[in-house]
């Protein structure tokens, strides 16, 4: 396989461009023909995207695509052995002690430390990074707070539910305070009601200024959550960009849903009969009907007056927008790695 940067829909150059951010600002991530290889087997080839400064960014990819890999990377467990892999600027080959400063790193699963109390928990890992005993007791406090988490200082970790554990993990990834987060799959195994609540602790975290970097596999989350992805498959980049984007690439046709008013004799064969509507079909049992034009003979406003003088009476009217998980089937191969 080559080492030139694959990145099939989307330029590299163009996901450089993510919006969020300030100006001029450099990313918070940035990898640049990354690629690795474990024996003869190439886990990432010729990686190139960035992350801006402040964004909450999906990541995701089948089993086996190089997420893993790729977070190993950023967050210094592992070399680059080609490319370039910068964390706010810094090398994480040559800056390793700057670049662990800038980062949590929070793995998907909590395995050890079951039976210390949640303060003890984050005491320890509190030491580990120099705080003061004073200072200590303050950020846990806070971390606390912000977590949800306050009265259960004194609950032996290994007692808590799954949901409670990611907390505490994330509790313990903001001890010292780091400007990147780097979270693989934190919604795994959390009930409806934990993964809300988790989701929401990450907003909170956006809006104080963390860039968040979230790899998943749930992506009805990511797709409500991040204001930006990257689609990985195989080692290689599908996509990075805007979740807006993502929404309207791939199209060959624009589709528009509209909502017919109950009793409204079937307009199928009427609708059919409108230059430039490509096809007209019901969406399941409702009475919903998805039309697909030909956009260089008809757009929307032509479509509304069409239907209005047809007598087509509707309730709703909007463009369909591609889901992250129908853009994720589109970009990504079949089978199992
Ligand atoms: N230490 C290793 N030795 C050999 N091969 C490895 C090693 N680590 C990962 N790989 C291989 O590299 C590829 C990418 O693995 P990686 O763990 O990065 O994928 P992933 O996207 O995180 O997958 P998953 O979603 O299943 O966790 C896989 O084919 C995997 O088998």
């Known amino acids: 396989m080559s080492n030139t940067p694959s990145v099939e829909n989307t330029s590299p150059e163009s996901a450089t461009e993510l919006k969020t951010g300030e100006p001029g600002s450099l990313p918070a991530i940035e990898m640049k023909g990354v690629s690795h290889r474990f024996k003869d087997h190439n886990a990432l080839d010729g990686v190139t995207f960035n992350v801006p400064q402040g964004a909450l960014h999906g990541f995701v990819g089948p089993n086996g695509a190089g997420k893993t890999t790729s977070l190993k990377l ?16 810094k090398s994480v080959t040559t800056h390793v002690k700057e670049v662990r400063q800038l980062i949590g790193f929070m793995p998907d699963h909590f395995s050890s ?9 984050l005491d320890f890992f509190g030491a580990a990074y120099g705080l003061s005993m004073r200072r200590r007791n303050e950020v846990i406090d806070d971390i606390l707070e912000l977590t949800d988490m306050a009265g259960r200082q004194q609950s032996l970790v290994g007692g808590l539910s799954r949901g409670m554990q990611q907390r505490v993990s994330l509790a313990r990834v903001l001890i010292n305070d780091p400007q990147l987060l780097l979270l693989d799959e934190p919604a795994s195994g959390l009930d409806p009601r934990a993964r809300i609540e988790l989701m ?4 909170a975290l956006q809006e104080m200024g963390k860039t968040i970097f979230i790899s998943s596999h749930i992506l009805k989350e990511l797709e409500e959550l ?4 990257t689609i990985i498959d195989r080692g290689r980049i599908k996509y990075s960009g805007t979740m807006d984007d993502l929404r309207d690439h791939g199209h060959e046709n624009i589709a528009y849903r509209i909502q017919l008013v109950n009793g409204t004799e079937d307009p199928i064969e009427t609708l059919l009969g409108i230059q430039g509507v490509v096809s007209a079909d019901s969406v399941g049992k409702s009475r919903a009907i998805r039309i697909v034009l030909d956009e260089n003979q008809i757009d929307s406003n032509r479509l509304l007056s069409e239907l209005i003088q047809r007598n087509i009476t509707i309730t709703s009217f909007e ?3 591609r889901q992250l998980n129908q853009a994720f089937m589109d970009l990504t191969e079949q089978g199992v790695r």
């Open 319 to 321: 463009k369909e927008q």
């Open 226 to 229: 991040c204001d930006s992805v």
């Open 74 to 89: 950023i967050c210094t467990l592992l070399k680059p052995q080609t490319g370039q892999v910068r964390v706010m600027g």
């Open 113 to 121: 430390y079951r039976q210390m109390t949640v303060f003890e928990y």
């Open 200 to 203: 929401e602790i990450l907003q």
